[in-house]
Antibody, heavy 124, light 107 residues
C-alpha cells in the first residue's frame, strides 16, 4: 500500500534552516510528481511546492520562493524540502503528497495520498 | 492567483441528512477541482477529483458536480464519520489553491 512518512520537523529560531524528508513506499516513486502542502495551526491548507516525476521541473508558492527548495532522490525513494531563512509564519504541519493522474493518464496536480505530516515551529 | 471560496464556512447537520457544500473559483478552472475531507489531527483524504470522479474506496454517498467556476460536493445520507472539515482545491494552474474549508458539525 502507498505510504508517505515525513520527518525532520522541529523547533527552530527565525532565520535558521531545516530540511524535511518524506520516505515513499508502495508505489513506483519515479512515476509520480510530488508536493509539499502545509497547514498552520488552526488554519487551512496551503500548497507549497511541486517537483515533477523526474525532478526536471519545480514550482513554488510565492510565499516560499527563493527560500525553500524541493528535491527528490529516486534511488532512496525520498522527497525533500530544504527550508532556509525560516520565518514565524512558516510555522505549520508540513505534509508530503503524491500527485494524481487524469483519465488520459496525464499528470494532474491533485493529491491522492498524503503523509501524516511533520510539525515545524519557528520561534525565538 | 485563483481564489477559491467555500460556503458555508461551517454547517450543522444531523445523521441521515442530505448536505451540499459549495466551492467557487475566481476564474474558470474547467473541471480541475478536487475535494478533500480532513479530521482533527489527521492528513486530508481525497474524496473527488476532476470535479465529479469518486476516488477509489470512497463511499458512493459522496458525489461532486460542476465545471467552470461553480462546484458542489454532496453527501447524500450523512453518517457520523462524515463530520469533518471539507476543502476544495483547484489544480488548473499554479499556484494550486485551496478553499478556506467548510466545517461540518453535528446538530
Amino acid at each position: 500500500q502507498v505510504q508517505l512518512v515525513e520527518s525532520g520537523g522541529g523547533v527552530v529560531q527565525p532565520g535558521w534552516s531545516l530540511r524535511l524528508s518524506c520516505a515513499a513506499s508502495g508505489f513506483t516513486f519515479s512515476n509520480y510528481a510530488m508536493h509539499w502542502v502545509r497547514q498552520a495551526p488552526g488554519k487551512g491548507l496551503e500548497w507549497v511546492a511541486v517537483i515533477s516525476y523526474d525532478g526536471s521541473n519545480k514550482n513554488y508558492a510565492d510565499s516560499v520562493r527563493g527560500r525553500f527548495t524541493i528535491s527528490r532522490d529516486t534511488s532512496k525513494n525520498t522527497l525533500y524540502l530544504q527550508m532556509n531563512s525560516l520565518r514565524a509564519e512558516d510555522t505549520a504541519v508540513y505534509f508530503c503528497a503524491r500527485s494524481g493522474y487524469d483519465s488520459n493518464d496525464y499528470p494532474a496536480y491533485y493529491f491522492d495520498y498524503w503523509g501524516q505530516g511533520t510539525l515545524v515551529t519557528v520561534s525565538s | 492567483a485563483i481564489r477559491m471560496t467555500q460556503s458555508p464556512s461551517s454547517f450543522s447537520a444531523s445523521t441521515g441528512d442530505r448536505v451540499t457544500l459549495t466551492c467557487r473559483a475566481s476564474q474558470g478552472i474547467s473541471s480541475s477541482l478536487a475535494w478533500y475531507q480532513q479530521k482533527p489531527g489527521k492528513a486530508p483524504k481525497l474524496l473527488i477529483y476532476s470535479a465529479s470522479t469518486l476516488q477509489s474506496g470512497v463511499p458512493s454517498r459522496f458525489s461532486g458536480s460542476g465545471s467552470g467556476t461553480d462546484f458542489t460536493l454532496t453527501i447524500s445520507c450523512l453518517q457520523s464519520e462524515d463530520f469533518a472539515t471539507y476543502y476544495c482545491q483547484q489544480y488548473y494552474t499554479y499556484p494550486y489553491s485551496f478553499g478556506q474549508g467548510t466545517k461540518l458539525e453535528s446538530k
